[in-house]
């Protein structure tokens, strides 16, 4: 923790964390506090908290905005938006996990996983019939064809 | 190939591509509206994305027939 006397409300550490929070986010409309990391952990430095916020809409819930604020001052240092592709990567995050859209949005994927299997196995035991001679439609369907169109070539 | 043979009819390109386009369509929309918001954000999503599985039920009742 920084000696010096700090700006930011002192004693409790909830009250500490909400002065953090109100500094990070004073100048990012759209987002709300996520987390305030205390000086001298992974996510801060040794001077300042961390404060990641998240956004305020469905849309935006999985973005983070990071910031810094001086432990000693409770003045927000910096804070930065994420790159570009980091933030199609967060947004596009629940599509992996069909994580959104609640229980009737499981089912229709659980029945879309269900017919790919049925395109997949059919497709695998079509090709697997297909290798073992004598047995493909087509190439019966062709001999017999040759054998009818073309008695020279067949006999 | 398939057009010389009696009774098989060439298609268009948009008789051939018209239902694919339009199941990518709503399944892009479906996607997007279930990542967008939640309440009747999600309704469309399953409305959209409930076309693929029915299509799949039509088709596979018109092949069995």
Known sequence: MAEAESQLPSGHSADVADGCGRNGTAGATGYETGLV????????????????????????????????????????????????????????QPLHFGADGGMPLKIIWAVL??????????????????????????????????????????? | MTSARPGV???TIGQIFGIPLLTALLS???????????????????????????LCGYCLRQAQK
Do not use: C
């Not at chain 1, 004598?134 to 006999?155: F, H, I």
């Open chain 2, 28 to 54: 892009a929309i479906g996607l997007v509206s279930a990542l967008v918001g939640d309440g009747i954000w999600d309704s469309v999503s399953w409305a959209m994305l409930l076309f693929p599985i029915l």
């Open chain 1, 37 to 92: 990391a205390f000086p001298g952990s992974i996510f801060s430095s040794k001077s300042h908290y961390g404060v990641f916020m998240r956004g305020n809409t469905p849309l935006t819930a999985k973005l983070l905005k990071p910031a810094l604020i001086d432990a000693a001052t409770g003045k927000l240092t910096d804070t930065r938006n994420l790159p570009w592709y980091v933030t199609a990567l967060l947004i596009s």
């Open chain 1, 113 to 155: 996983d269900v017919i790919t299997i049925v395109v997949l196995i059919t497709g695998l035991y079509l090709w697997l019939r297909r290798r073992r001679s004598g047995s493909s439609v087509e190439r019966m369907l062709a001999a017999t064809q040759a054998a009818s169109n073309d008695p020279v070539l067949t006999a």
């Open chain 2, 9 to 11: 009819r060439r298609k």
